[in-house]
């Protein structure tokens, strides 16, 4: 019998003693499994949307709730198909790395980038026909195309006669707004690369420009890291004089050229068939990379230097791709709100929403945005890079190993790690996971003061809570400390302060937000209800909430490939009431109340 | 008494015992004197436009035509002031040092400079007024001045932040077609650079841009001549590789920086104020320096990259001038027939001429223009660099000690030297007044072929006339060689050659030609009676010729002072007809009939 596996597309076959969980192991899907498949934990919770199967257990009668097994939620691991069956599996059933692949879902929007390819078939010149090689293509495109008044990138020019010789005159040639940007063989594809520039990662896709289809995509850490963890200390890093300010540029520079490199390398093509790249990044990013001043954005008023959109030549830049491509900016918002932002409420199409949504994009920096029929508001908060991993005594980035869920049963400590090896550290999504089970066991108060309890005991930063032993097979024990859950507190408070602040902007209560959605890499790793529980996320029910994963990424793909979005996207800013915080009176009294985590918690099912 | 020197405006005081030509001389004008002041030579030529002066001499009688005498023209060194006077000095009657003087003044066009300057008084921002500082600049120019849709140029947006907080927000703004290109302390001068770079010699103009008026001038040679001395050379060695390319583009970028380095010290300013470059030059010279390839043309159907008028960015030249300072490139006529003649036609307004007008400028490259009423018609000959002093054995460049005028009376040379030194070389216009003088005496036929002659003697190149034999005082031997002529001979060939296919290509004779403009640095130091006796200029009336100094040069300057003029250059090649030589079937023909010196050629009053 036959399986479907929905959003991921995938086909495979089953039997009827086999279980979902297990036939889509088969099928390479990771759903996540906490008690190892015995019905216990509620993790791997799906949808039936077609097609017959085993009847209700006792352990999802337990786990499930009568409004979930109404509409066809079943637990993977407890049930088995009796034909052709079709299942949706949500996001937060799928394990961090099979959540990846989710990314590279496309979204829908007409394929029309900036720059347009023509085929051209040219005369050869003769003693009777000495005009020049441009006027020879630019004659050519006139007749055959009516396009007039072009003109061609200097740096192209340089290669047209090699080229047009060594192509016998037939030429497939890029066009970007009147100016001829490349020339290369017949019909060889036409490459853009997207990249979301952030403070701790960049993520990068290989696009397709004629087909809009992202051929590779990869993510590296942010190589200024090394240089300072946040904006605030790149600022003063680049600061110190035209060295470092130049420092900060050439490595992502290097970086963005290596990515390029290896993106190309692996869809068997070349950094040179790249005629546009959209860099979409806070305004500081932005700043650092252009090598623009910065002293002036970080001290009040907080100017930018230019915000907006900008197109400069991938020569300039010192990157390595074709010689007339541009990396088109988009615009930013204010000083600390940038075109990732700008990205974001494009991909998520926040600004034409007809309800009261809240965007939020959870990062180093995150970003929020509430749109309300009037307005949209936005701001930005400092909630550092605790959910990255860092900052935390046992954090790590999402990679093998990363304890990405943890679910506390008694004295037991249940939990799941990316790649399903043994556990060498946690990453933000079980980070949040832990401080949300500890403070629903009251092992921690809502001042995140620890309790006693059989696995507290007192390590060299105070109280901390052992989650890992040293037992067979772990040579590494993974504690939370007290000092990781005021990191988090930090965290929090900042984005919930953030959070509060825009809704008396708008004269709103948490209560009119109809929906919510968490865009960033982190956000879509989280489990929602720990998120709530801890106050991170609005007190909502949970069909309000919708991970998007990397929307800025996506944002920065549509802007790529549709010369239509880029121009709604240039408009976003006028669109946008930024919202200074560090200048808001009422920021620091909003933070200091939203450190505590939150009086009277609601737990859902799967956590009681 | 008074005396005006026209048309160099200056005014001095003489007296009726001190000849003109020695009142000259104490005012700093240098007039020509082969006899040294004995009423013998008659290349003191002088006009006495307005004032009493004493009579007529017996040499002035002998030297002078009737026309001449009843037209107020005198010798120099014949004529006594008897009140206030002012007087007319004819080009050919000045040394070269003294022409350049000439080339320095301004031709009258309106001052409309591409870049247009504004003054802006900015707000500060505040916490409540946080717009970019790119905002607060583009707001403050739509709202003041009507300014919209302006862009910023890359580089200059780097010194954006940090110039307008130095300025204390006062600043004066450069804006080219929409695009802000430079920011400076208000009213500082807003400069321009004019080159003519040419095979041979660099020319530069520092233009103040906002008054239209040349600050300071100065000429190079042209370094490249280290790797080829005509363009075919130049090609040929760019086309060794791509360090070889590198290599000729890089000495012009270094001598122009230098170039402008010394103009602006000269005028107390920087070359970080220059914020517009205009280069005219033949189409090699343009590949060479901007690195396009050349193979394609330097073989028959010897096609350009592209002829269109071209701005560059001087940061992507590596020019040291203002961050947003752009090179902009006049258009070229064809493969041979550069933007130095376009700029040359422009500033000579042959285009706009009713009656027949030849237009010559003479360099290593001779470009030639054909003006009726119907068409313009222009082709390019190589005419080599002898008229620079190359391939001569004691040829020299234009310099103090080279011999410009020479007169040979019987067995004694008269000449004059640059400076008034000691003879230590020939320059152009002196070899050629030796050609014309050998030929006028006999001493070389029609052929070249030098005969018998006390002064003639054997040589390791064959025969050899000695124009400066060892006396006191003189070290050195100046001869003029067999091989010498023949060089003249082959230049003379090719210049003429081109005259007669455009008088062929228009159906005309040399009668027809109504006007002749000799440009270029060469051209303005001939004698017109030389050139005419040896066959370089067409055997027409002294009055139809007009020698104009450098007009490539003054067409570059016309073009970075006025947008107008500018507009006016781009549709100039639209108008020209090239005839391209080398495939033209008659050339080699006429080329091998014009090596001949002219048959019956008719001796001017002062060669006789």
Redesign the interface.
């Known amino acids: 019998m036959q399986i479907d596996f929905e959003p991921l597309g995938i086909r495979s076959q089953g039997n009827s003693s086999t279980s979902l969980q297990e036939s889509a192991r088969q099928a390479g899907i990771v759903i996540n499994a906490l008690c190892g498949g015995l019905g216990k934990c509620g993790s791997c919770k799906i949808q039936v949307l077609d097609g017959p199967a085993s009847a209700h257990t006792e352990a999802e009668q337990t786990l499930l709730t009568p409004d979930e097994l109404s509409n066809g939620y079943r637990l993977a691991c407890q049930v088995y198909p009796l034909g052709d069956i079709k299942i949706h599996i949500p996001v937060e059933s799928l394990t961090a790395t099979q959540r990846i692949q989710l990314e590279s879902q496309e979204s829908v929007v007409t394929i029309d980038p900036i720059v347009r390819n023509y085929d051209a078939f040219l005369p050869m010149?003769?003693?009777h026909?000495?005009?020049?090689?441009?006027?020879r293509l630019t004659d050519y495109l006139e007749e055959r195309y009516g396009l007039e008044n072009l003109s061609?990138d200097?740096?192209l020019?340089?290669?047209?006669?090699?080229c047009l010789?060594e192509l016998d005159w037939a030429t497939t040639i890029g066009i970007r707004e009147g100016e001829i940007v490349s020339l290369k063989p017949l019909g060889k594809p036409s490459l853009g690369l997207a990249v979301d520039l952030g403070t701790t990662k960049i993520a990068a896709y290989l696009v397709d420009l004629r087909e809009g289809r992202t051929l590779a995509s990869s993510g590296i850490t942010n190589p200024q890291i090394a240089y300072g963890e946040d904006v605030i200390s790149r600022i003063a890093y680049a600061m110190k004089g035209a060295k470092e300010a130049t420092i900060l540029s050439e490595v992502v520079i290097t970086s963005l050229n290596e990515l390029a490199h290896r993106l190309c390398s692996q869809s068997d093509c070349n950094v040179h068939q790249i005629e546009e790249v959209v860099i979409a990044g806070n305004t500081v990013m932005r700043h650092l990379i252009?090598?623009?001043?910065v002293?002036?954005l970080g001290l009040?008023?907080?100017?930018?230097?230019?915000?907006?959109p900008?197109d400069?030549k991938a020569k300039?830049l010192n990157l390595d791709f074709s010689p007339g491509c541009y990396i088109h900016f988009p615009p930013?918002i204010?000083?600390f709100i940038g075109s990732d932002c700008v990205a974001m409420i494009l991909a998520t199409s926040i600004n034409q929403a007809k309800n009261v949504v809240l965007g939020m994009d959870i990062g180093t920096n995150t970003e929020i945005t509430l749109k309300t029929p009037q307005q949209i508001y936005a701001c930005s908060t400092a909630s550092g890079p605790a959910f990255e991993g860092a900052h935390i005594r046992n954090g790590m980035r999402a990679a093998d190993g990363a304890i990405e869920k943890v679910r506390i049963v008694g004295s037991v400590v249940e939990y799941q790690t990316i790649g399903g090896v043994a556990p060498i550290g946690l990453c933000g999504s079980g980070i949040l996971d832990v401080v949300a089970q500890l403070f629903r066991l009251g092992i921690i108060n809502e001042a995140g003061t620890m309790k006693d309890n059989p696995l507290v005991r007192r390590g060299k930063d105070g109280p901390e809570f052992v989650l890992v032993g040293k037992s067979a097979g772990n040579n590494k024990e993974i504690v939370i400390t007290r000092r990781d859950i005021g990191e988090i507190q930090l965290a929090k408070g900042a984005i919930q302060a953030g959070i509060n602040i825009l809704l008396a902007e708008a004269g709103l209560k948490e209560t009119d937000i109809d929906q919510v959605i968490i865009a960033g890499a982190f956000g879509s790793y989280i489990n929602v209800d720990s998120a709530i529980a801890i106050g991170i996320l609005p007190r909502l029910p949970p069909q309000c909430f919708n991970q998007v994963g990397n929307a800025a990424g996506m944002g920065a793909k549509i802007i790529l490939v549709s010369n239509e979005k880029r121009e709604q996207a240039k408009k976003i800013p006028n669109q946008v009431h930024?919202v200074?915080l560090i200048?808001n009176s009422n920021f620091f009294q909003e933070f200091s109340k939203a450190m505590f985590l939150p009086k009277d918690i609601t737990v859902s099912p799967n956590q009681r």
Chains 1, 2 share one sequence.
């Open positions: 010149p003769t003693l026909d000495t005009r020049s090689d441009v006027t061609i200097f740096e020019l340089k290669s047209v006669p090699t010789r252009l090598m623009l001043p002293a002036q009040a008023p907080y100017i930018s230097a230019d915000n907006n900008l400069v300039a930013n204010g000083g930024y200074d200048t």
